[in-house]
């Protein structure tokens, strides 16, 4: 996987710069069909850009930066890009290991005198990696509710969770937690003797030729800068109030979608670390089993559809973020947009985020799965459980289970050897359903009905599995 990465980073190290736009009209014309009719009216809006082999091929908003001005949205406009911000952090940390004032196998207490040892050590790649059994400081619960009002400094946030205990022993589970990217942000202010956004903004920020990226408190004024909003109760709202300061180097920079894709060129072009660095940034960690993980350096790695992807998400008050990057096909997507629930576990929040997913798919030139219409009658004749002598996803486990759920008019699977769980079912036909909810291999189910009565079904995953109906 190393030297994969590395071979693919050299492929694409002629590029370093944005090249001049030539439109994709067949592929913006699908886009355009799914997104622009859920940014009707005014509404907070989304900035997307979509780049293939150097070039930019689409590049547009939609919705409003500010609905109470109801100022439209404009492809350059500057958002809060939340937990994106880790890879900028990752990279710093490599430019110090390549100076050689750190070592991935460096302790935390070399660099934080007082960091409790916890009975074990902890790497600076198990920060960057997620591997330290560190509590997520962001998901610790306070007595106070207007905590995230306030101004924080680094060390009052390390303070905050450092006597909490470890999760587990480090290297040897994965565990996102925002806590270790604190951390490498409070040691690279150490270590570089220069404040954190100082040292980022000319050492990272600027050499990446970035001109809408940057570290800004709420009370800057910032010529672009969207307003975010929150739709927890049916409609749309200003979002409670989060300060900056919360995100130190896990997730408080601003950025845009082009300024994105820059920074993209610029890391697999080798303009900020070495070629050698990039490939470690891109390879998912190993646990100390020999297991996998799904991340790198900075970077969530995972194939989609068959193909290399690497990407990463954030999510902040009123904001959601996405980046992806098909190193393959040389295909980037950066999606942006200033609305986000609380929880997203709201209808709107499950429609954005299928929406997110559709303008993936299509920069990639997968085709879109187009419902039908089935009555609630027939999928409720489709509930309940199905058996066969083995399971689809582990050949070798016997009597496997397949259990079939309505909710909300809308059918889910769940096997019972765990490999998937409430998996929705996208109707083609009465009978044919698609599960979108696994990326790697197109997975189907077909049910069976004879004389009037559901049998059975077909499971397709590479191979045709019958599966009979027991109940």
């Known amino acids: 996987m190393y030297k994969f990465i590395a071979h693919v980073c050299l492929l694409l190290s002629c590029c370093t710069c944005i090249a001049q736009s030539q439109p994709d009209d067949r592929m913006a014309k699908a886009i355009d069909s799914v997104v622009a009719?859920?940014?009707?009216?005014?509404?907070?809006?989304?900035?997307?850009?979509?780049?293939?082999?150097?070039?930019?091929?689409?590049?547009?908003?939609?919705?409003?930066?500010?609905?109470?001005?109801?100022?439209?949205?404009?492809p350059d406009m500057v958002f809060r890009i939340g937990s994106i911000t880790k890879q900028f952090t990752a990279v710093a940390i490599l430019q110090l290991v390549e100076q050689g004032k750190i070592s991935l196998q460096d302790s935390v207490q070399k660099f934080i005198k007082d960091f409790p040892p916890k009975g074990a050590t902890i790497t600076i790649?198990?920060?960057?990696?997620?591997?330290?059994?560190?509590?997520?400081?962001?998901?610790?619960?306070?007595?106070?509710?207007?905590?995230?009002?306030?101004?924080?400094?680094?060390?009052?946030?390390?303070?905050?969770?450092?006597?909490?205990?470890?999760q587990f022993k480090p290297g040897t589970k994965y565990s996102y937690s925002n806590s270790n990217y604190l951390l490498l942000g409070y040691i690279i202010q150490l270590v570089s003797g220069m404040p954190y956004h100082q040292y980022m903004q000319d050492m990272v920020v600027k050499p990446a030729g970035l001109t809408h990226t940057l570290y800004a408190e709420e009370p800057t004024v910032l010529p672009g800068r969207v307003e975010g909003y929150t739709r927890d109760r049916g409609f749309f709202e200003n979002c409670p109030y989060q300060t900056l300061s919360i995100g130190f180097a896990c997730g408080d920079l601003l950025s845009n979608t082009e300024d994105l894709y820059m920074w993209n060129n610029a890391v697999i072009n080798y303009k900020l670390i070495s070629k050698e660095s990039v490939a470690r940034a891109f390879t998912p960690y190993k646990l100390s089993d020999g297991t996998g993980s799904d991340y790198g350096y900075g970077w969530f790695i995972d194939t989609l559809y068959g193909s290399l992807y690497i990407h990463h998400e954030g999510q902040t008050s009123g904001f959601i973020a996405l980046?992806?990057?098909?190193?393959?096909?040389?295909?980037?997507?950066?999606?942006?947009?200033?609305?986000k629930s609380s929880e997203d576990k709201t209808d709107f929040s499950e429609g954005r985020f299928k929406l997110f997913e559709e303008i993936g798919e299509l920069a990639l030139g997968k085709q879109l799965v187009k419902e039908v219409k089935v009555s609630d009658a027939l999928l409720n004749q489709y509930v309940g459980t199905y058996q066969l002598d083995t399971l689809p996803a582990k050949p070798r486990e016997k009597k496997g289970g397949l259990f079939i759920r309505m909710e909300n008019k809308k059918l889910y699977a769940t096997l019972s050897n765990g490999t998937g769980k409430d998996m929705y079912l996208s109707p083609l036909s009465d009978t044919l359903f698609v599960l979108p909810d696994v990326k790697r291999i197109r997975t189907t189910i077909e049910f069976i009905i004879k004389d009037g009565k559901v049998t059975g079904l077909y499971w397709t995953q590479e191979r045709k599995y019958e599966i009979k109906k027991v109940k």
């Open 37 to 74: 009719p859920q940014f009707e009216g005014n509404q907070p809006g989304i900035s997307i850009l979509i780049a293939k082999k150097g070039q930019v091929v689409y590049q547009r908003a939609f919705g409003s930066a500010n609905i109470e001005l109801n100022t439209p949205m404009q």
């Open 125 to 166: 790649e198990n920060l960057l990696t997620h591997t330290s059994g560190l509590v997520d400081y962001t998901s610790m619960n306070d007595p106070d509710p207007y905590i995230e009002r306030r101004d924080f400094t680094p060390e009052f946030l390390i303070d905050y969770f450092k006597k909490e205990p470890l």
């Open 323 to 339: 980046e992806k990057y098909f190193p393959q096909e040389d295909i980037y997507a950066a999606i942006l947009t200033n609305v």
